[in-house]
């Protein structure tokens, strides 16, 4: 069923030009009265006696009726019919298209979802009238703006297809905000009125993780729903490895692995150390529920022993269809065995801590007291070599090793920015202080729940780039403070005046706290980086790497390639983001950086099924597929209608004149 686009302008021009000819049908031919002699020879002018009369009876005319289906004919392409219409673009439109994860998915009859988000996108851009202007902007999670807005369409579609995909996940929320005031602020050629709405047109499957948080105000959504509800797709949706602190070399894999299809699945999983398979590294036929059933994912374990550090890759053998290669595989970098050294500086005897630190199963647990320490401080490196951590116990200390990792119960670091707040010269104490928050996602304290009091806290001034970890009621109980080549974790309180050495937590904390300063802040986050992290170096690593170096350069994935980054003078580096999962290696080796692993693992961008509803709630959802978009008719009209009746109108008209 066609649909006329100008339907309006067509009937007011009809209204106008069809009375128009009928009327001069209906005149009659006035003519000039001549005396003549004799009537005899002049019997055809006795018919039109009655010229003077203004009207004649209108009578059957092939012409006329030739004109009329001329006229018409004109009319209907004035009208614009469109076959398989589909709703064309605004004038001020916004292209978003998604180039995440899931939109390399291969279920659009073999081809991938952005490819045919490009291709639905470029049609788009054919049905744009002349004073209209779009823009391009991709988005995983974050947008990226194509193409400024313009009316030149082979600019637009130049734009559309220098999208790539990436490997991130997928948001909304600053790509609607970012639509929304460049939509806004633009005015072509200042033509547009200021209540014309401006258009979004989102290509996406819709699996955003802030679905629930955005919308759009100012905008119309027009909301294009790219691909299949059965498409087949099994992921490994988790990996992690740790190692046995009381026996370093004993490694144990855990790997999650996720049916996203609506059938369901049979397949195997392999891990590799290195890229050798170890003993046990192969499962096969393992059997996953339909992606609504409870048995579609399944958790999976490896005993390993491993002497040195190594880069652990987990991977999904197929045996059927999988339409999205990047989510069935993971890789890990699992550091090398490492026994603590723990120092214990304490005037009197702890034996909450000290429990602690005997329950640990520690290399080289000493205890010693606060002479002993300065006395040791006579050679800071030989100290500084020889424990991954030291505790300062109700002790502040008047010189520090030049690196390390430091631990203060009721104390401070000397000669820092993180301090106490003095009055006269003297630490100020806050009396019956507790717990009020923390910060869950921090490593140390995942899991924890802080409900200690303690009768007595330093009141801490910390600078501003320190982490407070927990809060209490009148200032900052733990804080997390990295200076220069120095890592320094301040429990204000005295632990022996307080309730937590009772409490559960007590020594899971101390636990975590050790592992996390000894080998590395960021250990448990660094095994596996999400597509898109920028990994931020500290700068005590990339000098522990030599002091002459410069440059570092980046070897990734053949989507990465390989790239070359300048090494700040001062302050820490950061890498440029890392969009592409698989394996990246550092030249020079960075300690604890030589590796670094990215994996997609996201439930949400290996459940294929995308939504029906628009992400935002407000707007139009259409239906997506090639060969849909407009079919102007027009011309049509014109060249196999309204041209031929011309011809014929000028046979007939020609006949008669000869006749």
């Known amino acids: 069923m066609p649909t006329f686009l100008n339907w309006s302008t067509a009937l007011w021009a009809a209204a106008g030009a069809i009375p128009v000819l009928l009327l001069l049908y209906f005149l009659k031919l006035r003519r000039k009265e001549v005396d003549v002699s004799s009537t005899l020879l002049w019997k055809k002018t006795i018919h039109d006696l009655q010229v003077n009369a203004p009207f004649q009876r209108l009578r059957r005319n092939l012409l006329l009726l030739l004109q009329l289906l001329i006229l018409l004919a004109l009319l209907l392409a004035l009208s614009r019919p469109v076959a398989r219409f589909t709703p064309g673009a605004g004038k001020i439109s916004v292209i978003l298209i998604d180039r995440s994860a899931s939109m390399t998915a291969a279920d659009m009859d073999k081809d991938t979802r952005l490819n045919r988000a490009r291709k639905l996108a470029k049609e788009l851009v054919d049905t744009m009238e002349k004073d209209s202007s779009a823009m391009v902007m991709a988005f995983d999670d974050s947008p990226d703006i194509v193409q400024t807005f313009t009316s030149d369409r082979n600019l637009l579609k130049k734009a559309i297809d ?146 040195k550090g190594a880069v652990l890759r987990a991977k999904i053998i197929q045996s059927g269809d999988d339409v999205l290669p990047v989510d069935d595989s993971a890789e890990i970098v699992l550091p090398p065995p490492k026994s603590l050294s723990i120092l214990l500086v304490r005037p009197d005897r702890n034996m909450p801590l000290e429990n602690v630190l005997a329950a640990a199963k520690l290399k080289n647990p000493g205890i010693i007291t606060p002479a002993e320490y300065e006395k040791k401080m006579a050679d800071p490196q030989s100290v500084a070599a020889a424990f991954d951590v030291i505790i300062f116990d109700r002790y502040r200390p008047r010189k520090l090793p030049p690196a390390g990792n430091f631990i203060y119960i009721f104390s401070y670091p000397p000669d820092s920015k993180l301090r106490a707040a003095q009055l006269s010269g003297v630490d100020q104490v806050i009396k019956d202080e507790k717990a009020l928050d923390w910060d869950r996602s921090n490593p140390l304290l995942r899991g924890l729940s802080l409900r200690f009091q303690a009768d007595e806290a330093l009141k801490l001034q910390t600078p501003i780039d320190a982490q407070v970890l927990v809060d209490g009621l009148q200032g900052p109980l733990v804080v997390l403070y990295r200076e220069a080549r120095a890592t320094h974790l301040v429990v204000a309180f005295d632990i022996l005046q307080s309730n937590w050495p009772i409490l559960w937590d007590f020594p899971v904390f101390f636990d975590s706290a050790l592992s996390y300063l000894a080998l590395g802040a960021d250990m448990e986050e660094r095994q596996s980086y999400q597509p898109g992290t920028t990994v931020k170096i500290p700068r005590y ?15 990734g994935p053949d989507a990465f390639g390989t790239t070359t980054v300048d ?93």
């Open 162 to 307: 220098s999208i790539r995909p990436t490997n991130r996940r997928s948001r909304l929320k600053m790509a609607y905000q970012l639509a929304e005031a460049k939509a806004m602020a633009f005015h072509p050629d200042q033509k547009l009125p200021t209540s014309a709405k401006p258009e979004v047109w989102l290509y996406s499957d819709g699996r955003v993780l802030d679905r629930d948080e955005i919308a759009l105000h100012r905008a119309d959504l027009k909301y294009v729903k790219i691909g299949s509800e059965s498409a087949a797709n099994v992921a490994v949706v988790a990996f992690s490895a740790k190692r046995n602190y009381e026996q370093p070399t004993q490694v144990e894999a855990f790997l999650r692995i996720g049916n996203f299809s609506p059938q369901p699945a049979r397949v195997a999983v392999q891990l590799t150390v290195d890229g050798q398979i170890p003993p046990d590294g192969v499962r096969n036929d393992i059997a996953l529920g339909p992606s609504n059933k409870q048995d579609s994912q399944r958790g999976l374990s490896f005993k390993l022993e491993l002497n």
């Open 541 to 555: 690593n990339i000098q522990q790497a030599g002091a002459d170096v410069k440059q570092i350069r980046i070897d």
């Open 567 to 659: 090494v700040p003078e001062t302050g820490d580096l950061a890498l440029p983001p890392l969009d592409y999962i698989g394996l990246y290696s550092l030249k020079p080796a960075i300690p604890q950086y030589e590796k670094l692993a990215v994996s997609l693992l996201d439930e949400n961008e290996s459940t294929l099924a995308p939504l029906d509803e628009q992400p935002g709630g407000t707007g139009t959802a259409l239906k997506a597929s090639l060969g849909t978009s407009r079919v102007e008719l027009w011309w049509w009209i014109v060249a196999c209608a309204a041209i031929p009746l011309c011809l014929v109108e000028w046979w007939v008209y020609t006949r008669r004149v000869h006749l």
